[in-house]
């Protein structure tokens, strides 16, 4: 609403979920003794399903315990320490996840896709010393021993797969048995937690180092995002109470947890609640349906790509998928038509909800009893947020387009030894800090917002974010690319993909493929970072400053792609 309305109700909250506060106390305690609450609680319950195998709460706060103590007693970690996660959904991530908590060091999670010239960043700017991860990823992670990188702690996911029924698909990567290890610095789980070794005290508290994040940008060079246990804390029970989840509650994790979106929905507050988790390390729609049946999953967090993919199962309808009581998610909008086609099956409406790595999940999420589609929905629990002129700064009035402001204890501490950009996505209104999204939307007169173009140069490829000056700035690395250029197309299964728009060297015309240098991309990058369109072009247009005219070149294919 306009500054001259600030003392008014805010708009939203004639739609505000019946009987939630809005604002709620957060726990004065770190993120590990949720696991250690809930453990003393439920000892025996199950904490997550891995394709039919419990890992209990009981179990998993004692593996967590005796792998803080390896980090502290072999590897050295101490508190404050960054520590990378690279892994896909497991048992072995969200055991690793506590027990670098529980060793008072802090999480880097790492997505499992980046390769190891994309890894080599993120061990010399956190400057971690120990990783733990997935053992199809060590080959990634292996050059980077005795190049900052001391130590490795190996999981094969296969050993927490005892006893898994017959006929559920278990991925390859989950299947796999364990592979020895002969490199120095490198140590498999299972031998790590055989040693029994004890951590020290928990000393963490709500203000120490909790997880880092690392998100892109226009620099090239992804950011780490500074979070705390607070920061952490507060939308693990934002999320909790908004959506009602209770220790009775069965859930989904279809996700990435190594995304802030699976990583807080899908694995930390259900574990505040004392509820279960159902893991998947890969997506799936018939091991999807299968689990929901099985387990009588009532939640489930899940992406448009998933639901589209879901959905057309052509043996869904021999599923009994009535337990389900809620479906949301977030990083792209839910196209009405199959938001339409999941409530005929269901009878539930998908719950859209806002957020950025900066903000650990949600800043907004759309009420359970009234959302609204292709809407970020609402300001959560304790949060502000606002729409305001990107270049003067001014609050702006309902249905006016400007920059998504936020202002709320989820809220990063900043970027990780970047104080410029640190500066740069603040700004100050009415004695308050908002973080500048860098997301250009609205907010109506109900007082719910929507998106409605990027201010920062982003493609949102099928929910995941690619920054093109990253893309760009891996693909100079090419001996035969003299200049590029990368943007977003339109892709019937994707909604965005990457495309390159490539200057060759003048000698490597005519010689030089497009399927080369996509093939060359696909060994230096994440998959889905790599540019599934190249075209070659005599040359770029450029400013009166030498800059490369990336806007032109989006506008003009988005005049060709409609």
């Known amino acids: ?32 003794d949720n696991l250690r609450v809930s453990a003393t609680r439920y000892p025996d319950k199950p904490l997550a ?67 190891t010239d994309e890894l080599r960043h993120y061990v010399e700017d956190s400057d971690a ?87 892109s940008g226009t620099t090239g060079h992804p950011k780490g995002c500074i979070h705390t246990h607070a920061t952490v804390m507060s939308t693990i029970v934002i999320m909790t109470h908004w959506g009602g989840s209770h220790q009775d509650a069965t859930l989904l994790c279809t996700l990435p947890l190594f995304h802030v979106t699976g990583m807080q929905g899908s694995m930390n507050a259900p574990i505040y609640s004392g509820a279960s988790v159902v893991l998947m390390t890969r997506w799936d729609r018939h091991t999807a349906a299968q689990l929901i049946q099985r387990h009588r999953v009532d939640g489930w967090t899940a992406i448009s790509t998933m639901a589209i993919d879901f959905l057309a199962n052509p043996e869904l309808g021999r599923y009994d998928l009535s337990s389900l009581r ?19 099956l269901t009878g539930l409406d998908y719950i859209e ?39 003067t700064l001014q609050e702006l009035g309902p249905n006016r387009i400007g920059e998504i402001v ?11 030894k970047n104080p410029q950009a640190t500066r740069e996505c603040f700004v100050e209104l009415d004695g308050r800090t908002f973080f500048r999204t860098g997301d250009l939307g609205r907010y109506d007169e ?29 693909m100079y690395g090419h001996p035969e690319v003299q200049e590029a250029c990368v943007i977003g197309t339109r892709d019937a299964h994707r909604g965005e993909t990457v495309k390159a728009l490539v200057v060759l060297k003048t000698d490597s015309r005519g010689r030089v493929s497009p399927e080369e240098i996509i093939g ?18 005599d040359s770029l247009p450029k400013s009166a400053t030498g800059k490369i005219q990336w806007r032109m070149l989006q506008e003009q294919e988005n005049v060709r792609a409609s």
């Open 1 to 32: 609403m306009a500054a001259n309305e600030r003392a008014h109700e805010p708009l939203h909250y004639a739609h505000w979920p019946a009987g939630l506060p809005k604002a709620l106390p957060f726990p004065d305690t770190s993120v590990f």
């Open 49 to 115: 399903w891995f394709y039919d195998c419990a890992l209990t709460y009981g179990r998993a706060l004692r593996e967590t315990e005796a792998l803080a103590g390896y980090l502290q007693q072999h590897c050295g970690v101490a508190r404050g320490d960054r520590v990378l996660l690279f892994m896909q959904n497991s048992p072995q991530f969200i055991v690793g996840f506590y027990a670098i908590l529980r060793a008072d060091a802090m999480v880097v999670p790492v997505n499992p896709m980046n390769l």
């Open 129 to 215: 010393r120990v990783a733990l991860c997935g053992q199809e990823l060590y080959g990634q992670l292996a050059p980077l021993l005795g190049q900052g990188l001391e130590r490795v702690v190996v999981a094969a996911y296969s050993d927490y797969l005892a006893g898994t029924a017959a006929a559920l698909h278990v991925p390859e990567v989950a299947a796999a048995p364990r592979q020895p290890l002969d490199a120095a610095g490198a140590v498999a789980w299972t031998d790590a937690l055989a040693a029994g070794l004890r951590p020290g005290p928990h000393r963490a508290g709500p203000e120490d180092l909790c997880v880092m994040p690392y998100t």
């Open 326 to 344: 809620r479906i949301g998610g977030g990083g792209a909008a839910m196209p009405g038509p199959v938001a339409q086609r999941l409530k005929a």
């Open 353 to 391: 909800g806002y957020g950025l790595s900066e903000t650990i999940a949600p800043t907004h999420i759309n009420p359970d009893a009234r959302p609204k589609k292709q809407c970020l929905g609402i300001p959560v629990c304790n949060t502000d947020a606002r729409v305001i002129d990107p270049d």
């Open 406 to 416: 936020a202002s709320g204890p989820q809220i990063f501490k900043g970027y990780w």
């Open 446 to 474: 109900d007082g719910y917002f929507f998106i409605v173009d990027r201010l920062k140069r982003m493609i949102n490829a099928s929910g995941y974010k690619v920054w093109p000056a990253e893309v760009e700035a891996i």
């Open 520 to 537: 060359w991309c696909r060994s230096h990058m994440a998959a889905y970072k790599i540019p599934r369109r190249v075209e070659f072009v």
